[in-house]
Structures are given as structure tokens and as C-alpha cells.
């Protein structure tokens, strides 16, 4: 089942964040909390995100969006998170979250959706050529870092 976040999810939510960045070998980079994750996602509106639960009722997989701008398209909608427990995988979680950010991405009238795979995560490549996704090696990401 997917459904749209809760503020009771957010353990949850920042338990599979946690996983992620471990997934991505990069822990010890997640400086976000669940009390700042609360605010951003239901005081604050910042973002949105949507939760896979399965049969038990339990999260299983979430994905956290915003809406980003482009000067040539304009309204973009931007997938920042988008993950499913490792045992969880294989049992249509991924594919059924996926769509339903497509779906919403459509519904709101973006122009485009956007997401960052790393080059290495081959089974999540694989997902999004399936999907039908541009993968751009052209662009290289700019980021700065503030404390």
C-alpha cells in the first residue's frame, strides 16, 4: 500500500534515511534528525513524502519530493529519496512508489522530474531504463555545504 506520509511515519521515515545513506556508504553524512525532518515535511510544508507500507502495516520504503523550478521548463518536480528495505525489494514496493510520484508529478503539471542515481547503484540504473528515464552523464552536480 501507498499512502502519503503521517507525522506518526517519521521514525520510520528517518529509520529508512538512515539505511540509505548506510546503503550509499555515507552514514555519518546524515546530520538531519526526526524533530527538524517533522517540521520540514508537516509544519513547514518543504517537501512531501509518500510511505509503502506492507501487508503488517509497517514502512517498508519511502519517497521525499519537492518542487523545483527551471528557467527553460519551469515547474519541476525534484525526487530527493526515493528507497525500499533491501528485504522488502522484489515485491513491487519500488515500482508502485515510482509511479505514484509519477502520477502526482503529472497531476501537478510539471514539466519534468528529476533524481540523482549514483553511477555505481547498477540495480537502481537498471529500474530506472525500465522506467524510461533519461540518464544524463553530461551534467556534473555543483554542491555547496553550509554549517
Not at 525534484?78 to 515510482?98: C, I, P
Not at 510520484?101 to 503539471?109: D, F
Not at 519534468?112 to 552536480?141: C, G, K, S
Request: glycine share 4%; with cysteine.
Amino acid at each position: 500500500m501507498i499512502r502519503t506520509a503521517l507525522p506518526q511515519d517519521i521514525d520510520a521515515i528517518f529509520s529508512l534515511i538512515q539505511e540509505l545513506a548506510s546503503f550509499e556508504r555515507a552514514p555519518e553524512q546524515v546530520i538531519n534528525t526526526p524533530a527538524q525532518l517533522h517540521i520540514d515535511l508537516f509544519q513547514d510544508e518543504i517537501c512531501k513524502a509518500l510511505v509503502a507500507e506492507n501487508p503488517s502495516g509497517n514502512v517498508v520504503g519511502f519517497a521525499l519530493y519537492y518542487i523545483s523550478y527551471s528557467t527553460w521548463k519551469g515547474r519541476c518536480l525534484y525526487l530527493e529519496d526515493f528507497y525500499v528495505q533491501e528485504t522488502e525489494r522484489k515485491k513491487g514496493y519500488g515500482q508502485a512508489l515510482f509511479d505514484e510520484v509519477v502520477s502526482i508529478a503529472k497531476a501537478m503539471g510539471v514539466k519534468r522530474m528529476d533524481w540523482q542515481v549514483l553511477d555505481w547503484n547498477h540495480t537502481a540504473l537498471n529500474f530506472y531504463r525500465r522506467n524510461h528515464a533519461t540518464l544524463d552523464p553530461e551534467w556534473i552536480n555543483g554542491r555547496l555545504f553550509f554549517d
